[in-house]
């Protein structure tokens, strides 16, 4: 094959593992195990929490020691056989454990299929695009197929298998991990990486504009969980009626709006208005839709809404690596992206898993269940908050600013 096609391959498969059981384990581990919210948003914390650490472990054995490809293969097929355990666990202490040690294996291969695609390209800043959209089309199938599965048992009166979230997860897995063998050679550096290199960005800090960026992208990241961890319960609770075996399949919907928006809308929309205003627009997606999840109908509505994360999250997180990679100094460029990849994706995403498991057990009693109102007013009053900061606080900088300050 081709080393385009390899390579969106690799990117269809690494995203189809994490869309397989990131949508909607949540509902599993709620409907099917009874965890509590605070459970359930701990299990969620656990990939960003290894996503903090991976720059330490992955990153540095694939610069010094081995082949990335080899060490993906490795990793993929390991993590493989551990989701399998983790879909026949039931007991929540076990499955802390082993999800533990699943996202540890998992985190580190975020960073290098980026690393893989980045090297064997003649273009990256053409040809990453085509390549890493494959990663939300794999997220996307994995969705439909597991809706489709799970139809196809109600159907035919057969039960579904515990965990099935969890098995296709690892069954893409163990896919990955046997065809990264075949991926192209990426050998080790002479020299690793400094795993402490985003400290150099540290000194953008000394903009008061970076300080009010970096704080409402963290504090929007960490409402970024209530959609992630929550959507799912939601939505087959009582109060919308979505069933089970199909609400894997209605949230494609967001993945299906990401893509529009990355690909046709955000292309026109920068050169149009501008950094500052597409990422005011991509925060102000966040409170409307949690809004409408708040309100809670009508059910199309809140269907209907699914669609706003494609703003919410290309108009903001893209956006915002977008963004940094303008205005950061040329020497410390990368080191800027691991800084906002670092706040963002690992301490935002790991204190929001946290702080909506924590939220949803607030307002959920054993009699009445959990109020959808209460829960999503946090985080619409929260992102409520950071677009009003953000229009008036924030002003967007250039390089040459960033650097006189």
């Known amino acids: 094959m081709s080393v ?22 949540s509902a599993y581990l709620q409907n099917d195990l009874g965890f509590s919210g605070t459970q359930i948003g701990l299990i969620y914390s656990l990939l960003p929490l290894a996503t903090i650490i991976s720059p330490f472990l992955g990153g540095q054995i694939a ?24 879909a026949a666990t039931t007991d929540y202490t076990t499955m802390i454990w082993l999800m533990l040690i699943y996202s540890i294996l998992y985190a580190p291969t975020l960073a290098l299929t980026n690393s893989i695609a980045m090297i064997n390209m003649a273009n990256s800043e053409k040809e990453f695009g085509s390549i890493r959209v494959w990663g939300t089309i794999g997220w996307i199938t994995a969705g439909l197929s597991l809706a489709f599965w799970r139809s196809l048992a109600e159907a035919q009166q057969v039960p579904t298998i515990q965990g099935d979230t969890l098995v296709l997860a690892g069954i893409f897995s163990i896919v990955m991990g046997l065809l990264a063998f075949g991926l192209p050679h990426t050998p080790p550096r002479k020299e690793g990486s400094n795993p402490w290199a985003f400290l150099e960005a540290l000194k953008m800090l000394k903009s008061k504009n ?9 504090i929007v990241a960490t409402e970024l969980q209530f959609y992630y961890v929550l959507t799912a319960p939601f939505l087959t609770s009582d ?5 089970n075996a199909r609400v894997s399949g209605v949230m ?29 627009m991509g925060i102000v997606a966040w409170p409307l839709r949690y809004a409408i999840f708040a309100i809670g109908g009508p059910t199309w509505l ?31 460029r990368h080191s800027a992206q691991s800084l906002i990849t670092l706040i963002l994706l690992g301490f935002g995403n790991y204190l929001g898993a946290l702080f909506s498991g924590l939220v949803q057990s607030i307002f959920t009693s054993a009699d009445q269940g959990t109020n959808w109102t209460g829960v999503f007013l946090v985080p619409f009053f929260l992102t409520m908050l950071c677009a009003v900061g953000f229009l008036i606080f924030f002003k967007e900088e250039t390089r040459e600013s960033l650097q006189s300050a």
């Open 239 to 243: 109060q919308i009626g979505v069933a």
């Open 63 to 86: 610069d010094r020691y081995f082949p990335a490809e080899k060490l993906i293969a490795l990793l993929q097929l390991a993590g493989g056989g551990f989701l399998l355990l983790v």
């Open 252 to 280: 494609v919907i967001a993945q299906l709006a990401e893509i529009i928006v990355m690909a046709v809308l955000l292309p026109r929309f920068l050169p149009k208005y501008g950094i500052r205003k597409v990422m005011l």
């Open 302 to 332: 809140v269907l209907a809404s699914l669609a706003l994360h494609g703003f919410c999250y290309v108009f903001f997180f893209t956006a915002a690596f977008i963004y940094m990679d303008q205005i950061a100094p040329k020497d410390i």
């Open 4 to 25: 385009k096609l390899r390579l969106s391959v690799m990117m269809f498969l690494q995203y189809a593992i994490w869309g397989s059981w990131a949508p909607v384990l």
């Open 210 to 218: 970076m300080i009010i960026f970096f704080v409402i992208a963290f």
